[in-house]
């Protein structure tokens, strides 16, 4: 497995920067329902992909993102190049052609769109942004599709007001909840598999055999986790997401 430090490496530092902070703006500004900023942030990234594909096929790279004069022209031109995959070709290409599209033309980036910011909009531009990055994870470390995604994933932040973290140690702040609600939002806190180990040490639990029993092995029942007991590690399901996004972040007011 590629370590999450490593994902792009290939590229010049300020384009990976870039393309990890645009995806990271439009995830945070979807999970707090802001979909204008959301889907704005959209158009950042077609940018800088735009900007990581054309060096690829036209080397070098360049140190920053630049807007070409034309996106779906400039994306168009792309399939002309020969002896390059086809994901690299055509199918980012044709994404970044969508995405643009909804940035530019449903009154998100200029007045008089036909739909005003909204949260289909914004899911399919969150969509197709976690795509695109995953698609260029795949090609260019030569993986499959599940560990692309695996990858991108790791390099989402999740900044929960709700947890604290010091000193290395990850505390939930509201003692008040339920320990399995606090297991699921330091599991949320958390963008790659965490030992049951730490998230023992962090909920000062004792006795992981416990823990383990009395919350692990429920959540995993009630596939809010996956809890894979040999190798010791825990993993968030969608369930779990969807109950840490709908309902433990409101009630928390985070």
Known sequence: MIDAAEVLSNLPLGLRQE?????????????????EPAELNGGKLCEVTYTILD??????????????????????????????????????????????????????GHVGGEVSPNRMDASAVLAMSKWVVAELVRVFHGTDTATA???????????VA?????????????????RRDQALLLLYSSATPLPAVTLAEWMEENRLRYLARD??????????VEFDED???????????HRVESVLLRKLGV
């Not at 190798?231 to 997401?241: A, C, F, Y």
Request: aromatic share 4%.
């Open 149 to 159: 995604t695996a990858l991108v994933e790791s390099l989402v932040e999740r900044d």
């Open 215 to 224: 919350v692990l092995r429920p959540l995993h029942a009630a596939r809010m």
């Open 231 to 241: 190798e010791g590690l825990l993993q968030l399901s969608p369930l779990g997401v």
């Open 55 to 108: 060096g690829h096929v036209r080397p070098p790279f360049a140190a920053r993102a630049a807007k070409p004069d034309n996106m779906v022209d400039a994306c168009r031109a792309l399939e002309r190049a020969s002896g390059f995959p086809r994901s690299i070709r055509v199918q980012i290409p044709r994404v970044l052609i969508a995405l643009y599209e909804l940035r530019n033309n449903r009154s998100v």
């Open 162 to 178: 709700a947890v604290w973290e010091v000193a290395g140690r990850r505390r939930v702040l509201n003692t008040t909840l339920p």
């Open 19 to 35: 393309l990890t902070e645009s995806l990271n703006e439009i995830v945070r500004n979807y999970r707090e329902g802001r979909w």
